[in-house]
T-cell receptor
């Protein structure tokens, strides 16, 4: 069975410094991977997704993630954090159940704090 | 209005009460979903509707009763809930129901924060 692990439950960075949110997955098949963001008192929004095309995926708000099969990782990065990036971030993998059946597996989330 | 709108944003109810959560999407999507978000747990898919027909019920207790009168509206009727049902209930929509498995994007509302006393 596939699973997704977000290695840090909380990350704190200073404004203007790089952001790294780590995600590892286990998969028997080529996975589809996603990052969603949830700002305080807001719904979840898709940041970016990987679906077997380019391994470096660019998303909204300057975020990007790189699919590394050898490391089974899909870490989310941003060169320079902004105060508005403070939110909860979720890594998600699409699990293949058999045939064409799939389901989404959600990580537990990483809370990002950005300090002035 | 645009996007996915959920009401009420906050709800406090006793275990014997009956209440309903409402969701409306203005995106012209065909699929709608209820998710449960609890602290320290992965997001849980509860129900899926496609063209107002229920296509998925993930072993949700019968004290949660969904209703989808059309593709734009989704309700979650609540009765005789338990304190462990306290959570954030998220409604989502997508162009088709395959978004629940990663094909296509899910669009979420801001959620209804439910507290059961």
């Amino acid at each position: 069975a596939q699973s997704v692990t977000q290695l840090d439950s909380h990350v704190s960075v200073s404004e203007g410094t790089p952001v790294l949110l780590r995600c590892n997955y286990s998969s028997s098949y080529s996975p589809s991977l996603f990052w969603y963001v949830q700002h305080p008192n807001k719904g979840l929004q898709l940041l970016l997704k990987y679906t077997s095309a380019a391994t470096l995926v660019k998303g909204i708000n300057g975020f990007e993630a790189e699919f590394k099969k050898s490391e089974t990782s899909f870490h989310l990065t941003k060169p320079s954090a902004h105060m508005s990036d403070a939110a909860e971030y979720f890594c998600v993998v699409s699990e293949r159940l058999g045939g064409n059946n799939r389901k989404l597996i959600w990580g537990l989330g990483t809370s990002l704090a950005v300090n002035p | 209005e645009t996007g996915v709108t959920q009401t009420p944003r906050h709800l406090v109810m006793g275990m014997t009460n009956k209440k309903s959560l409402k969701c409306e999407q203005h995106l012209g999507h065909n699929a709608m979903y209820w998710y449960k978000q609890s602290a320290k747990k992965p997001l849980e898919l509860m129900f899926v509707y496609n063209f107002k027909e229920q296509t998925e019920n993930n072993s949700v207790p019968s004290r949660f009763s969904p209703e989808c009168p059309n593709s734009s509206h989704l309700f979650l009727h609540l009765h005789t809930l338990q304190p462990e049902d306290s959570a954030l209930y998220l409604c989502a929509s997508s162009q088709d129901r395959l978004a629940r498995v990663g094909t296509g994007e899910l669009f979420f509302g801001e959620g209804s924060r439910l507290t059961v006393l």
